[in-house]
């Protein structure tokens, strides 16, 4: 089943609690994904620097998993200018100014990467959106705009590797949330492969990930990219994406995943389940709508 949810704030003026918002939107629908919760947030940037999380483990396997990425990223050209290890995650800002995607496929054969970008973190792991916070304190994150997913494990096992959000591996700032299942999915993975690209998943939405930005590299928009996506991507799905300035969906000609919003001056919100998003707004009557079957939108900051 599995269920999404993303906001953007439109104004820099508005208090951007990201990290809480989405929580209460993720704890609103946890019944559709109790295995493992994740959030892709976006914050500020700062020029020819990188955030990069890892998977470490825990006690000594940590340790050793630590040096491994300091040592491999010594050797990459990225100086590590800050970093720290929370829960079973590795987390380093660095400065860099090579090439991402190669930096990226070489850091996967040292430790699982999570993400890389230049204002995206991503935070997931088994339990729940409060079980997650409790570890990882998402909801101190203060930020634009983020997407999150809740999951049900239906085709893999409950663990931290396998929860949602997903980045577009090789591609900073990319991320995205899916319910739903990509049935062409080995025959775009191999025309992508064709291109030297590389996947760290067997997982479906990895692939529109990287999908959604090799587009963006060779100029579309992403609102281009994603209606390109319906057409090209068979299969059920609703997804959210987002970029370091954009948030986007797509839905499939089918509908058959859920998908509904609430848009005013201050924020765009998007959810699986009305549920989600009346947590937003406790107590009120909220004008949504569901977006139509074969459809695609996005939004960016207005100011």
């Given at each position: 089943m599995c269920g999404i949810a993303g906001i953007m704030f439109k104004r820099a003026d508005l208090d951007l609690q990201t990290g809480q918002a989405l929580i209460d939107m993720l704890d609103?629908?946890?019944?559709?994904?109790?295995?493992?919760?994740?959030?892709?947030?976006?914050?500020?940037?700062?020029p020819g620097q990188l955030r990069l999380r890892f998977f470490v483990g825990d006690d000594q396997e940590a340790t050793e998993s630590v040096q491994r990425i300091q040592t491999a990223l010594a050797n990459q050209?990225?100086?590590?200018?800050?970093?720290?290890?929370?829960?079973?995650n590795y987390r380093a800002t660095v400065n860099f100014d090579g090439d991402i995607r190669q930096l990226s496929y070489r850091m996967e054969h040292v430790s699982k990467v999570i993400s890389i970008g230049a204002s995206l973190e991503i935070v997931?792991?088994?339990?729940?959106?409060?079980?997650?916070?409790?570890?990882?304190?998402?909801?101190?994150?203060?930020?634009?705009h983020g997407i999150g997913h809740v999951r049900l494990a239906t085709e893999s096992d409950v663990k931290p590797e396998a929860s949602h959000p997903f980045w577009a591996t090789g591609f900073a700032d990319v991320a995205i949330v899916h319910n739903g299942q990509i049935t062409n999915y080995w025959k775009m993975r191999r025309r992508l492969e064709q291109r030297d690209f590389q996947f760290s998943t067997d997982n479906d939405s990895e692939l529109v990930a990287v999908y959604l930005a090799d587009k963006l590299s060779q100029g579309a928009s992403l609102k281009e990219a994603l209606k390109s996506s319906i057409d090209d991507l068979d299969g059920t799905f609703s997804f959210l994406v987002s970029t370091g300035d954009e948030i986007g969906?797509?839905?499939?000609?089918?509908?058959?995943k859920p998908m509904i919003m609430f848009e005013n001056?201050?924020?765009?919100?998007?959810?699986?389940?009305?549920?989600s998003l009346n947590r937003l707004f406790p107590g009120q009557a909220l004008n949504t709508k569901e977006p139509p079957p074969g459809t695609y939108n996005t939004w960016s900051r207005s100011i």
């Open positions: 609103g629908c946890q019944h559709r994904g109790p295995d493992s919760t994740g959030f892709a947030l976006y914050g500020d940037s700062n050209g990225a100086e590590v200018v800050q970093d720290e290890r929370i829960g079973n997931k792991d088994v339990g729940s959106a409060h079980h997650v916070d409790d570890r990882y304190q998402v909801h101190a994150f203060r930020g634009t969906y797509a839905k499939d000609r089918l509908a058959a001056d201050n924020l765009i919100s998007i959810a699986s389940e009305e549920v």
